[in-house]
């Protein structure tokens, strides 16, 4: 069975996208199918997974017109891309115009049924929606299509004010979807060494939801020469170690041959940085399955990471 | 409002509190059990009771109002002005957004023709 989860909050810059990315890696690595698809019309998901530009236009067509959608296969292992792009600014102008005149549009749950994995008979087990901040029918469109909502927050005040745009939007959408859940609020961005401001933001956004869902105890880290690294080389935060390790390798063979290394393409990020941040992800990821399974009860044990 | 002045957000995120504004989406593609299989006539546009279940508005008298009316004034059409009023402006914006879009598709192809196409003086 599959879930669908959204990644949304109603400002931009507090790690969406590379959040999305990162759980998405994540959980393919750990043995699960899954979608990713990217519904912000800059597209950037591309630099997390490292694909070619997207013009977006499958995916609008398919909310517009009730087409099929496209789907990147195997852009990792059990892990597939429905990508974004600039096409889908197109899409809230259709909405509206076509609202207007009394029409209804598809959105995006029938075609995001229709779509399988390749080469199997089975369904994914996750699909992560990938939001634009600024776009709000495109949001409310996932809204409408979504089981679960993670909304990633940085400690800002105005990152936190991106909670009560989200949560508006969040609310409206219910009219359409009544099944959609809070699953929990992520903090991204937490600079080393902030443990007193990380209690205290974490107490305000407890504060803030009302009880209404956690706040998850795993957190991602800023990292800036790590996140410099993953972008530039399309890398995930686990692939980001492995390179680290296999660097850290290739170094030593060549002291022990004595050889001259080629360092012209080196990592900015420190090994020890990349398995802090990968283990940031594979926390969360935890988490948000285990959530996923309380919600459901079901023992965790099932699809445990 | 929390101790700490923040706003208390847990009441929208399940369901209690309703939202400031309607979704902007559910009347294209309608409540789940009720999703219309092909276009809703235009002239139903300005009455709400043809359209199926929304969220209440800020403001909005939820549930009395309409039957009040339609009490108080038996032969009178049941028109919803919010409703019309924000139509309007939707369909305004569609518009410049298709300008926009059109002036920017427009601007885009000027500047790939070549110099040497372009007229001179």
Redesign the interface.
């Known amino acids: 069975m599959r879930r669908i989860v959204a990644i949304a909050n109603g400002k931009g810059g507090v790690g969406k996208t590379t959040l999305t990315a990162g759980l998405a890696g994540q959980a393919a690595a750990a043995g699960l199918r899954v979608l990713v698809v990217d519904t912000d019309p800059q597209g950037n998901m591309r630099r997390d997974l490292g694909y070619g530009p997207q013009e977006g236009s499958s995916l609008g067509l398919a909310i517009t017109h009730g087409m099929p959608l496209e789907v990147t296969r195997g852009v990792r292992d059990r892990l597939d891309v429905v990508p974004g792009g600039p096409a889908l ?2 899409v ?2 259709a ?11 598809p ?1 995006l749950r029938p075609a995001l049924d229709r779509v399988r994995p390749e080469g199997t008979d089975d369904d994914y087990d996750l699909v992560l929606i990938d939001t634009p901040p600024g776009e ?2 495109l949001q ?2 996932v809204f ?1 299509s979504s089981d679960y909502l993670i909304i990633p927050t940085r400690s800002d005040e105005a990152s ?1 004010d991106g ?2 745009v989200v ?12 099944a959609l859940t ?1 699953l929990g609020v992520a903090l991204f961005g937490v600079r080393a060494g902030s443990t007193r401001l990380i209690k205290r933001v974490r107490a ?1 956004l407890q ?7 956690p706040v998850f105890a795993a957190s991602i880290r800023h990292l800036e020469s790590a996140a410099v690294d993953m972008r530039s080389r399309g890398l995930l935060p686990y692939e980001l170690e492995q390179v680290h390790q296999a660097d850290k390798s290739a170094r030593i063979n060549r002291l022990r041959q004595k050889s001259k290394g080629d360092n012209g393409d080196s990592l900015l990020s420190r090994d020890s940085s990349a398995a802090r941040l990968a283990g940031d992800y594979a926390d969360l990821a935890d988490e948000m399955l285990a959530a996923i399974m309380q919600l459901e009860n079901r023992p965790t044990a099932e699809v445990a990471v | 409002m ?3 002045g ?10 209690t ?16 059990s009720q ?8 002239d ?2 300005s009455q709400p009771a043809a359209v199926g ?3 209440v508005r800020s403001g909005e008298q939820p549930t009395a109002a309409p039957a009040q009316a339609e009490h108080r004034w038996p032969g009178l059409p049941r028109i919803d002005p919010v409703r019309a009023v924000d ?1 309007y402006f ?2 305004l ?3 410049l ?2 300008n926009h ?1 059109m002036a920017l598709g427009w601007a885009n192809a000027v500047k790939s023709v070549s110099g040497r196409v372009l007229p001179r003086r």
């Open positions: 600014w197109d809230a102008a909405f509206t115009s076509r609202g207007a005149r009394g029409a209804s549009l959105g709000p029918i409310e469109l409408a936190l909670l009560v949560a508006q939007r969040f609310a409206a959408a219910r009219a359409v979807n009544p809070l305000a504060e803030t939801l009302g009880g209404a869902a | 929390t101790k700490s923040r706003p208390n957000l847990g009441g929208l995120f399940n369901g509190t309703p939202p400031e504004r309607s979704s902007r989406i559910s009347d294209a593609l309608g409540p789940p999703r219309p299989p092909s276009a809703v006539e235009p139903q546009v279940p929304r969220a139509r939707e369909v914006q569609a518009v957004n298709l879009a």
